[in-house]
Nanobody
């Protein structure tokens, strides 16, 4: 059974940074891709990026490209989302997600079967 636990959320001012973590059990970062999503109040869940090929490859949504970085530590079986130059529109609950098929990830939620509980990120202007 896959369990994902996000941490690291909080409140920051615009222009600030946060790093989120996603600790996994029943899932191996080294042999699977992993996605990151966010959901703002009243909006649909948005895929912001994913990491694949043991951590050597990443894909980002246009809304976060150049500001957010996805990485992982295979020894700790933990993924990270480094968020820089945060904006008020980045305010959302952030989730990590494990895919149905270990090598099939994308920006759509349909690729993912297991989700963490989410962590709140609030950016004030």
């Amino acid at each position: 059974q896959v369990q994902l636990v996000e941490s690291g959320g909080g409140s920051v001012q615009a222009g600030g940074s946060l790093r989120l973590s996603c600790a996994a059990s029943g899932f191996s970062y080294s042999s699977s891709c992993m996605g990151w999503f966010r959901q703002a109040p009243g909006k649909e869940r948005e895929g912001i990026g994913f990491i694949y090929n043991g951590g050597s490859g990443t894909v980002y949504a246009a809304s976060v490209k150049g500001r957010f970085t996805i990485s992982q530590d295979n020894a700790k079986n933990t993924g990270y989302l480094q968020m820089n130059d945060l904006k008020p529109e980045d305010t959302a609950i952030y989730f990590c997600a494990a895919p149905y098929r270990s090598h099939v990830c994308g920006l759509g939620s349909r690729f993912y079967s297991s989700w963490g509980q989410g962590t709140q990120v609030t950016v004030s202007s």
